[in-house]
């Protein structure tokens, strides 16, 4: 059996997407029989401009091998398309003369989904698509001209059902998503992203951050996080609070002129960094933010942060709206939920929350990466034999 298997970040890159596919394709080779292959294929790591590690074009780790396409930096919307056509060609020209018994895609990227599609027609091979969101409501949530939205979404929409409609299975890591989705008549599971063994492992206590008074956020700062409709007037109404926030993104230098702007020298801006020292920086940290801008295509995701966030046992901060807001509620019932973009309420809730460390035994278990990762690899590895027979 040789598998292909197609996602756009991997290890050692910083991201969800890394995490995730970085556990699950080690949870698949460990089902593999003698002999069996994965065949990986990835960019070298190209999340964040400020985050710069090396990692070798070809890998071979057990059952897996794996490609590295080096990619150019992206940066807006055209940069990302420019920098997907390199990776689109790439891919075709390695798979173009290999045989191959299934494909599979982790997709937050429509057209990586697209690419499987191609290739799962091409090569007649079952496809297996793990959607990680909804790109068509959340790109064309940033186009302002009517015209342009509309004559793009009707495109867009034509190649994510064609998409779909090539996939004999379809993952989606949200239950938020199944309105989005609800045309799709094959097989769907639903296998969230979950907790890294490290935040399992690691021992949270609440005297490493008894009254620092620290807010830490760690991502993305994208329009989609929307940091800087947030942090800059929270922060001027807790002079007492620290805000320390950690990564990068389009929408870093918006962020930090408005804190220049407005002369806050509470607000502190770190470079991304790797999980082991975030544990740390997690762990000397009172709050733990959350945050979503306030459109509806952001209504349906879960973010990452909230499972890493709830396994730590801090005091958890969220601006979210809709199913993500239910989500949490549902889950981290202890948690400062508030109305995305709107300081005054985050700050009066913050002001009025007394809570310590809290014991979420049950959410680690129940959000456990591995576990569930395994159950999504038993999953996949039943679809290739199911369709070999």
């Known amino acids: 059996m040789n598998i292909l298997y197609i996602t756009y970040f991997f290890r050692p890159d910083l991201s969800a997407g890394s995490f995730r596919n970085t556990d699950l394709i080690v949870e698949l080779s460990n089902l593999l029989d003698e002999g069996d292959t994965i065949e990986l294929i990835t960019t070298k790591p190209n999340r964040y401009k ?7 074009e070809y890998e071979t780790d057990g059952k897996i091998k794996i490609t590295r396409v080096n990619v150019p930096n992206h940066s ?3 940069g990302q398309v420019i920098t997907f ?11 173009r003369k290999r045989k191959y018994d299934a494909v599979f895609v982790s997709s937050s990227k429509l057209f990586s989904g697209l690419l499987g599609a191609r290739i799962s027609k091409v090569k007649r091979i079952p496809f297996y698509l793990d959607l990680r969101d909804a790109l068509i409501d959340g790109l064309l949530g940033k186009m302002k001209n009517p015209l ?6 009707t495109a867009l929409k034509v190649i994510e059902k064609y998409t779909l409609n090539s996939a004999g299975h379809l993952n989606l890591v949200s239950e938020g998503f199944r309105e989005n989705f609800s045309y799709y008549k094959g097989e769907v599971s639903w296998f969230t992203n979950g907790i890294g063994e490290q935040f399992i492992n690691y021992n ?11 807010i830490t956020y760690a991502g993305n700062f994208g329009i989609a996080q929307g940091l800087e409709c947030i942090i800059p007037d929270a922060a ?5 609070y620290t805000f320390k926030l950690y990564g990068d993104g389009n929408r870093k230098e918006a962020l930090l002129e408005n804190i220049k702007e407005n002369s806050l020298n509470n607000v502190l801006v770190f470079e991304p960094i790797k999980q082991d020292e975030l544990l740390e920086v997690y762990n000397k940290s009172e709050y733990l933010l959350v945050h979503l801008n306030n459109t509806k ?23 979210l709206r809709g199913f993500t807001a239910n989500f949490l509620k549902q889950n981290i019932p202890d948690a400062i939920l508030f109305k995305p973009c709107n300081a005054d309420e985050m700050v009066e809730k913050i002001i009025s929350y007394n809570t310590g460390l809290v014991d979420r035994t049950d959410f680690r278990k129940k959000f ?10 038993k999953s996949m590895h039943s679809f290739v034999k199911t369709h070999q027979s």
């Open 50 to 56: 400020s985050y710069s590690v090396d990692a070798p």
């Open 76 to 78: 807006g919307l055209k």
């Open 85 to 95: 056509v390199h990776y689109y060609r790439a891919v075709w020209k390695i798979v």
């Open 148 to 153: 342009i939205r509309y004559t793009l979404g």
């Open 204 to 214: 949270f206590s609440d005297k490493d951050s008894a009254g620092n008074k620290v």
């Open 236 to 240: 001027k109404k807790l002079p007492e």
């Open 297 to 319: 295509s952001l209504e349906a995701p879960i973010p990452s942060k909230i499972f890493e966030y709830g396994a730590t046992g801090k005091k958890v901060i969220a601006g």
């Open 368 to 377: 456990r990466r591995k576990t569930i990762m395994a159950n999504m690899a």
